[in-house]
Every structure is written in C-alpha cells, then in structure tokens.
C-alpha cells in the first residue's frame, strides 16, 4: 500500500476497533473482527 493509502486504512480501522468498543462487544470478539480487517489490509 502507498502511504496515503496505510494512512487512511489506520485511520478507519482505529475508527472500526472504538465502535465495536462503545458497542459493548466482548474482548474476545473485538479481536476476531479487527483479525479479520487486518488480514484484508495485508
């Protein structure tokens, strides 16, 4: 990914990880979610 691109995907995946936050989502479930994002960054 160019910088711009890395930029904007960090950006959005912080914003994805604090909504599955306020939604009240165990811990356990947040990360198999955020695993599942990171891997289509990748």
């Known amino acids: 990914m160019n910088p ?3 930029a904007d995907f ?3 995946y912080q914003a ?3 909504h599955l936050k306020l ?3 165990q ?4 990360d198999a ?3 599942g994002i ?3 960054g990748d």
């Open 16 to 18: 994805h990880l604090k």
């Open 38 to 40: 990171r891997r289509m």
């Open 23 to 25: 939604k009240g989502l």
């Open 10 to 12: 960090d950006r959005q």
């Open 33 to 35: 979610y955020a695993r």
């Open 4 to 6: 711009s691109t890395t």
């Open 27 to 30: 811990p356990k479930t947040i």
